[in-house]
């Protein structure tokens, strides 16, 4: 009988597709796992956000309290409109320039902001 030899040559088509297998399984292997990754990364980043999300929405609370607050001061005075008192017109003066107020120009450029985001939703 005669005696068969078993050869894998390096560049048979058996050879090639089982290392282009290989290879591929490894990519999506790899493309796999930096899509965990990337899922990661968002999960931290939606953390993040809900954070600083909860602490501007406790800021505009208590900004919005105290400004109430002054309001009610210079509106429960004995002073009136048109003949305020020295401490109301502190008040009315530092309520003027509270830099957390917006001004109109502000206020429409971020309602454009907004109206386009809202848009591509
Ligand atoms: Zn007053």
Redesign the pocket.
Known sequence: MKKTIKLNPPNSIEHQLMKTCELTNQVRQDTMQDLENIGEDFKHLFLVIQSVQRNYQALLDQNQQLQNLLLN??KD???WQGN??????K?LQALAKNPTNLDSESTEKYQDIVTQLRKRN
């Open positions: 001061l210079v005075c004995y002073c305020r008192c020295q401490n109301c017109q008040i």
